[in-house]
């Protein structure tokens, strides 16, 4: 259920399509606000993040031959990979006695998308000052 929340001005029209992007994300769709915290989460990390640059050159890829780029032990990378999986960022594939992982990009497009929308409203916003600085210099 959409929550229209209205802050002071110059905000309104901020808070209100925030509003509405976070509605829809509490949903419980594809890009809930709870997926997209663990996104953001898992991003936090640097060694998540050069686990997904080496993920994101495509195939899949084991905690071992992860572990030989990183400087980290074998055990570490296996638990960065459990965060990575938990935020849907990887996908893991059982393969005999090997576990091979590859980079999930849908749950990064939501975060992106989230962003995207974020930075416009500020953009919206800061037009919006442009404008009324230049109508009191006139």
Request: proline share 4%.
């Amino acid at each position: 259920m959409l929550k229209q929340t209205m802050l002071p001005r110059p905000g309104r029209r901020f808070a209100w399509r925030t509003s509405l992007l976070l509605g829809a994300a509490r949903s419980g769709g594809a890009g809930s606000l709870g997926r997209m915290d663990a996104v953001f989460t898992a991003l936090g990390d640097p060694i998540r993040r050069r686990t997904l640059e080496r993920l994101s050159r495509g195939g899949t890829v084991t905690a071992s031959a992860l572990a030989a780029k990183l400087p980290i032990s074998r055990q570490a990378v296996a638990k960065h990979l459990a965060a990575l999986h938990e935020a849907d960022l990887v996908t893991s594939d059982r393969v005999g006695r090997e576990t091979r992982y590859a980079l999930r990009p849908e749950a990064l497009d939501d975060a992106a998308r989230w962003i995207q929308t974020v930075g416009a409203d500020w953009d919206d916003r800061l037009e919006a000052l442009r404008r009324s600085l230049e109508r009191r210099s006139s």
